[in-house]
């Protein structure tokens, strides 16, 4: 699209939006508010603000330069830079607005809810409210002088979440951004926490007199004064007065670990040992490292070294160190962990090394091995006959001393085993020359002892003296001959010769001598066989008569015995025949007893019985026996009056004579309403 063109062309302006037209002959600006409509003649164009100049608007620009209000809601305000000037009102109207006079480089904050076009030359942001939470805060300058209150442009406050949830900043104020990021801007900062069990490096940047309630201890503070606040709960809220400089954590020492502390007024290093949690107060104090090179580290023994933390020297059991600072010297013996102090180092010793020893190759080291040392030599020697030996020793070497000035003595030399090779040596030489070369080949372990470790003591005791070192209090107290070589070997051909000779004739003569043993030993053997026999001889006769006499006893004992268990069986059998008659007898008592109680219980229960018939049954049963009797003898008297030549009546009276007088009178009724008419009268002969 041409210029002409968008000249000609009709721009609506919809409700809410506006746009910048200006003259072309005069320069005027107008502002058209919406709704409306603009027909721009050949001497208007539309322009927009950008920067601090009006520039005419692209053709091809999408919104040809018609722009929305500004609008912010009740959670926003707006700051407005060159407003409206003092003592003006000027309120929009829809269509055109004439420019109005505005207060150029002064800035108004207008809180929401508010919607508005900005007059030519304004300029308008848009931010939201500050929601603050209790470890927030906000940081609010003074830019413009703001009636009764004394701050100020330039002044600064800060606006802690603890006093205030919600914040919008009135005219004069802004909240300070502390980061910009693209396209946002951010203003609420996080209040630093006081750290347990930590502390807080705070600075005074202007002059302050601290009171109560203050963040800062009360007091009188000087620009640039560093403090440091520990031992705190809660938030500490920086101001225009006070900045954090850094968050202080304790640094955690461990046991056998330690820390370099310098005091800033003196300056003076102090060694914190643990364990502790050490919370250094940096306005006082400052921890320093130190730096060991490299050979230093190997040579303390150390597998590797924090230059941050105190140096630490592990001594091994059966070592030492002599540990020197500038006023003072102490030994320390294994197993212990020492910690260094800043201006402490280790002595070193230079050790003689290779065989024989010396000190054209030395062994650099801090450690003192004082007990159960070994150390090992080669050297030369020259006999009474003038045959040179090469010999090698070991020598076991301890370091003596309980008290702080013997154990420094252990540093007195610092190549002990050049002292004890070269010393040692000089005694074996001198030694050697008054022996002849048989003697020395034959006795040399026992000769070199004795000249290094003195003689045996006379009590018995297999223990030597041994050879002290007042120098540095070193005590040999053994001798080890590992080697003796001869170094001519024509001589060494010569001994050999000799030495097997000798071991032949020694050899021969011990056989004649284990022959002669061996007889010895077979007549002894012999001897006291016989007289083993001769003692088991008479043993045996001992024991024949031991056994006869034992055998007597068996056969006393024996009838001893059958007579006793014949009486005892006797008498046994007697007591068992009384003791069953006497059962006996008690048993019949006690039958007799029992039958004599049963027949008593019948006779008893009989009477009862017969006390408990009733007479009338008393008188039916004598009257059935009356009838019963009188019965037979109906039966039976007949006879015995044919054969008696009587009559029946006076036999039944002879025969019922001695029954009582009512019986015998019934009987008979009986008898002769029985059938006594019908018996046989008697026959007369």
């Given at each position: 699209m041409s210029e002409r063109d968008a000249r000609e062309r009709d721009i609506l302006i919809a409700?809410?939006?506006?746009?910048?037209?200006?003259?072309?002959?005069?320069?005027?600006?107008?502002?058209?508010?919406?709704?409306?409509?603009?027909?721009?003649?050949?001497?208007?164009?539309?322009?927009?603000?950008?920067?601090?100049?009006?520039?005419?608007?692209?053709?091809?620009?999408?919104?040809?330069?018609?722009?929305?209000?500004?609008?912010?809601?009740?959670?926003?305000?707006?700051?407005?830079?060159?407003?409206?000037?003092?003592?003006?009102?000027?309120?929009?109207?829809?269509?055109?607005?004439?420019?109005?006079?505005?207060?150029?480089?002064?800035?108004?904050?207008?809180?929401?809810?508010?919607?508005?076009?900005?007059?030519?030359?304004?300029?308008?942001?848009?931010?939201?409210?500050?929601?603050?939470?209790?470890?927030?805060?906000?940081?609010?300058?003074?830019?413009?002088?703001?009636?009764?209150?004394?701050?100020?442009?330039?002044?600064?406050?800060?606006?802690?979440?603890?006093?205030?949830?919600?914040?919008v900043p009135r005219t004069g104020l802004e909240v300070v951004p502390h980061e910009v990021q693209p396209n946002r801007w951010r203003?609420?900062?996080?209040?630093?926490?006081?750290?347990?069990?930590?502390?807080?490096?705070?600075?005074?940047?202007?002059?302050?007199?601290?009171?109560?309630?203050?963040?800062?201890?009360?007091?009188?503070?000087?620009?640039?004064?560093?403090?440091?606040?520990?031992?705190?709960?809660?938030?500490?809220?920086?101001?225009?007065?006070?900045?954090?400089?850094?968050?202080?954590?304790?640094?955690?020492?461990?046991?056998?670990?330690?820390?370099?502390?310098?005091?800033?007024?003196?300056?003076?290093?102090?060694?914190?040992?643990?364990?502790a949690n050490y919370l250094c107060d940096p306005t006082r104090e400052e921890i320093v490292p130190r730096v060991l090179a490299p050979e230093q580290v190997e040579l303390y023994g150390l597998?590797?070294?924090?230059?941050?933390?105190?140096?630490?020297?592990?001594?091994?059991?059966?070592?030492?160190?002599?540990?020197?600072?500038?006023?003072?010297?102490?030994?320390?013996?294994?197993?212990?962990?020492?910690?260094?102090?800043?201006?402490?180092?280790?002595?070193?010793?230079?050790?003689?090394?290779?065989r024989p020893k010396s000190d054209d190759s030395t062994l650099t080291t801090c450690f003192l091995q004082v007990e159960s040392n070994k150390v090992s030599d080669t050297l030369s020697v020259r006999t009474r006959d003038h045959v040179e030996v090469q010999i090698s020793v070991s020598?076991?070497?301890?370091?003596?001393?309980?008290?702080?000035?013997?154990?420094?003595?252990?540093?007195?030399?610092?190549?002990?085993?050049?002292?004890?090779?070269d010393h040692a040596g000089s005694i074996l030489r001198a030694a050697s020359r008054t022996t002849s070369i048989e003697v020395f080949q034959r006795e040399a372990t026992e000769m070199l002892r004795t000249a290094i470790l003195g003689e045996r003591r006379a009590d018995g005791d297999k223990r030597r003296p041994g050879r002290n070192f007042t120098e540095n209090g070193m005590w040999v107290y053994d001798l080890e001959v590992l080697d003796v070589r001869i170094l001519d070997a024509d001589v060494k051909k010569l001994l050999d010769g000799a030495q097997r000779a000798?071991?032949?004739?020694?050899?021969?003569?011990?056989?004649?001598?284990?022959?002669?043993?061996?007889?010895?030993?077979?007549?002894?053997?012999?001897?006291?066989?016989?007289?083993?026999?001769?003692v088991a001889l008479a043993k045996a006769l001992e024991v024949e008569g031991a056994r006869a006499a034992l055998s007597e006893r068996r056969a006393l004992a024996l009838v001893e015995?059958?007579?006793?268990?014949?009486?005892?069986?006797?008498?046994?059998?007697?007591?068992?025949?009384?003791?069953?008659?006497?059962?006996?007898?008690?048993?019949?008592?006690?039958?007799?007893?029992?039958?004599?109680?049963?027949?008593e219980n019948q006779v008893a229960a009989f009477e009862k019985q017969m006390a408990a018939l009733a007479p009338e049954l008393i008188s039916t049963l004598t009257t059935l026996g009356h009838q019963k009797l009188a019965a037979d003898l109906s039966a039976n008297v007949g006879p015995l009056a044919v054969l008696g030549g009587g009559s029946v009546t006076e036999i039944v009276e002879r025969l019922l004579g001695a029954l009582p007088v009512g019986s015998k009178k019934t009987v008979m009724d009986v008898v002769h309403r029985n059938g006594a008419s019908t018996m046989p009268a008697p026959r007369e002969s």
């Open positions: 409700p809410s939006e506006y746009a910048y037209v200006q003259d072309l002959t005069k320069g005027d600006i107008v502002l058209y508010v919406g709704p409306t409509k603009i027909s721009l003649s050949n001497t208007e164009r539309i322009v927009e603000l950008k920067g601090d100049r009006f520039v005419p608007v692209r053709a091809d620009d999408p919104s040809f330069g018609v722009s929305p209000f500004v609008a912010a809601s009740s959670s926003q305000y707006i700051v407005l830079e060159n407003p409206v000037a003092e003592g003006k009102e000027a309120r929009p109207i829809r269509g055109g607005n004439t420019a109005v006079e505005l207060g150029v480089g002064r800035k108004v904050v207008v809180p929401g809810p508010a919607m508005f076009p900005l007059w030519p030359g304004q300029r308008a942001r848009v931010i939201d409210g500050h929601p603050l939470r209790e470890d927030e805060y906000l940081v609010v300058r003074y830019y413009d002088r703001i009636p009764d209150d004394p701050h100020p442009i330039g002044s600064e406050l800060v606006v802690r979440g603890a006093d205030v949830s919600f914040y203003y609420v900062r996080k209040a630093t926490r006081f750290p347990r069990p930590g502390g807080l490096h705070v600075r005074v940047t202007k002059h302050l007199t601290a009171g109560a309630g203050h963040s800062l201890p009360p007091g009188t503070y000087a620009a640039g004064t560093d403090v440091f606040l520990s031992d705190r709960d809660g938030y500490f809220f920086p101001d225009e007065n006070v900045e954090v400089i850094g968050v202080v954590q304790p640094v955690p020492i461990a046991e056998k670990e330690g820390l370099y502390v310098r005091d800033r007024a003196t300056g003076r290093i102090a060694t914190i040992m643990g364990p597998t590797r070294h924090d230059e941050m933390r105190a140096v630490a020297i592990n001594v091994p059991p059966g070592f030492a160190v002599l540990v020197t600072g500038k006023t003072k010297r102490e030994v320390v013996k294994g197993p212990e962990t020492r910690i260094l102090d800043f201006d402490e180092e280790l002595t070193e010793l230079r050790l003689s090394t290779g020598y076991r070497v301890s370091f003596e001393g309980e008290s702080h000035e013997a154990q420094q003595r252990w540093f007195h030399v610092k190549d002990y085993v050049g002292l004890l090779c000798a071991i032949t004739s020694d050899a021969k003569r011990r056989e004649e001598e284990r022959r002669l043993a061996e007889e010895r030993l077979r007549a002894e053997v012999d001897r006291e066989v016989g007289d083993a026999q001769i015995a059958d007579r006793v268990t014949r009486v005892g069986t006797a008498e046994a059998e007697a007591r068992a025949v009384a003791i069953e008659r006497e059962a006996e007898a008690v048993a019949l008592e006690r039958r007799a007893e029992i039958s004599r109680r049963t027949l």
